[in-house]
C-alpha cells in the first residue's frame, strides 16, 4: 500500500503528484500492459538484444 504522508496545509495537487511518482516507481501498470498478451521468451530475448545493441550505439556515438 503506498502512503503519502502530509504535512500541515500541504497543497492536495502536491500530495497527488506524489502519489503518481511513487505508484508509477511499483511498476504495476508496466506489468499489467505486459500481461495483457503473451510474449515468447525468444522474442522477448530478441527485443531485449536490439534494445542494448540501440543503446550500446547511442553510447558510442556521445564519445
Given at each position: 500500500?503506498?502512503?503519502v ?10 500530495a497527488?503528484k506524489?502519489f503518481?511518482r ?10 499489467l500492459?505486459?500481461?495483457q ?9 530478441r527485443?531485449?538484444?536490439?534494445k ?5 550505439k547511442?553510447?558510442?556515438?556521445e564519445?
Amino acid at each position: 500500500m503506498i502512503i503519502v504522508p502530509l504535512k500541515e496545509g500541504e497543497n492536495i495537487e502536491r500530495a497527488l503528484k506524489k502519489f503518481k511518482r511513487k505508484f508509477e516507481k511499483t511498476g504495476v501498470i508496466r506489468e499489467l500492459r505486459s500481461r495483457q498478451a503473451f510474449v515468447k521468451p525468444s522474442v522477448r530475448r530478441r527485443e531485449e538484444i536490439k534494445k542494448a545493441q540501440y543503446v550500446q550505439k547511442m553510447q558510442e556515438n556521445e564519445e
